[in-house]
């Protein structure tokens, strides 16, 4: 029987990357959440268990859902072990449950993130083994339970993690490339370019064919992450099984059709070949075509709308010295009247694609930061095509 607290509002956190919070406020807006705030790499909201079932199968641009359950104040790792300590785990989770924890730290005090997680980890197995003579066993890796501490100065929040794994990892893929653009990063892009799911989607370096997968799920509403087989909330005292078979049935109800053509081009054989297993396991052979080709000798067709990440840091070959000049040259003449949409982290390498950027936004992914530009292609001149 579903707890009677399960139709309550609560206070919960998405987790986002540096740049995606306002797209991630619009996609809860978009879902129903309530009482939504923007804050650092994150977005704060409520809503019931279901929404947050919902927001694990749902959110684009999330890496993983939050809920708080305890907050309070320490002021030395002694008091700080205690009060986890005297948290009573076993109305959280079960003996048998594997779980993990995870920190963030923001103090003078408390300055090691790895050292404080260490310390949740001996507070939860110490308070189990005291009660019980037995302790859950640990899984850093593909534990049940996933437990986050963030200690802001000396107030510290105890959040049960919703997602478990990040939510990037949709379940969709079978392999990908060197440094692959992240799923999350992907669908924050599109979201964030304002396609309007009419014009076809190109993209010319596609790689793996992230951006392409998410493209197409975007562009028939699928849900993010129906393919994923496991969240940590199913693992959950109060999991109401078929409240969420509910909610999977609901969002898969809101699939709507997509007319256009999604396509991809990359002059690897093997990126190709992986590109196209992948396409296949997201079960969209018939929505999206990949093909090897090289984008410097593809002219593509009118009004297609282009996104796409060329390769940048450790996946671009320093040797190709007029590697952005080409990009420009080629754009403009084999690109006509195409929205275009990049993102590379060597900021400074981009002046060299010669045409002025309609949009630039700062974006960070992983450590690096990065440029997502804007180029609308016109034949000819630009300003004589304005007026």
């Known amino acids: 029987m579903p707890n009677k607290t399960q139709n309550r509002n609560f206070y919960m956190i998405a987790k986002t990357m540096f740049g995606l919070e306002e797209v991630l406020a619009q996609e809860?807006?978009?879902?129903?959440?309530q009482d939504i705030k923007k804050m650092n790499r994150a977005v704060?909201?409520?809503?019931?268990?279901?929404?947050?079932y919902k927001a694990n199968l749902n959110l684009r641009t999330a890496l993983r859902i939050l809920k708080p359950i305890k907050y309070f104040q320490a002021y030395n790792n002694k008091e700080l072990y205690k009060k986890l300590y005297e948290i009573e785990w076993s109305k959280i989770f079960k003996l048998n449950n594997t779980f993990s924890t995870s920190a963030t730290t923001k103090s003078d005090t408390f300055k090691h993130s790895k050292f404080t997680s260490l310390l949740l980890k001996d507070a939860i197995a110490d308070s189990f083994r005291d009660k019980y003579k037995k302790r859950p066993n640990v899984d850093p890796d593909e534990?049940?339970?996933?437990?986050?501490?963030?200690?802001?100065?000396?107030?510290?929040t105890l959040s049960l993690d919703s997602s478990g794994k990040s939510l990037h990892k949709r379940g969709y893929k079978i392999n990908s490339l060197t440094a692959p653009i992240n799923e999350v990063l992907a669908s924050g892009l599109i979201l964030m370019s304002n396609w309007d799911k009419k014009k076809d989607f190109h993209d010319?370096?596609?790689g793996s064919g992230t951006i392409l997968i998410e493209a197409a799920m975007i562009a028939q509403n699928v849900p993010a992450n129906i393919f994923r087989k496991k969240f940590s909330f199913q693992k959950w005292k109060d999991f109401d099984s078929n409240l969420w078979e509910k909610i999977k049935e609901k969002s898969l109800d809101k699939e709507i059709d997509f007319k256009g053509k999604i396509t991809g081009g990359d002059i690897s054989k093997k990126a190709i070949d992986i590109c196209k297993k992948n396409i296949k396991n997201a079960l969209m052979n018939n929505k999206i075509e990949a093909f090897q080709a090289d984008f410097f000798s593809t002219k593509i067709n009118e009004n297609t709308f282009v996104l796409f990440?060329?390769?940048?840091?450790?996946?671009?070959?320093?040797n190709q010295l007029n590697f952005y000049e080409n990009i420009g040259s080629t754009l403009k003449h084999n690109y006509e009247e195409c929205d275009v949409w990049l993102i590379s982290s060597d900021i400074s390498e981009m002046k060299f694609i010669?045409?002025?950027?309609?949009?630039?936004?700062?974006?960070i992914n992983g450590k690096l930061e990065c440029?997502?530009?804007?180029?609308?292609?016109?034949?000819?001149?630009?300003?004589?095509?304005?007026?």
């Open 28 to 33: 809860l807006k978009y879902l129903g959440g």
């Open 44 to 52: 704060s909201f409520k809503g019931d268990i279901g929404f947050l």
């Open 143 to 156: 534990a049940d339970i996933h437990i986050n501490l963030h200690i802001a100065k000396n107030t510290c």
């Open 204 to 206: 010319p370096m596609c």
């Open 309 to 318: 990440n060329p390769p940048y840091g450790e996946r671009l070959k320093l």
């Open 354 to 363: 010669g045409l002025k950027p309609d949009k630039k936004i700062k974006l």
């Open 371 to 387: 440029s997502f530009r804007k180029f609308e292609i016109y034949k000819g001149s630009k300003r004589l095509n304005k007026n």
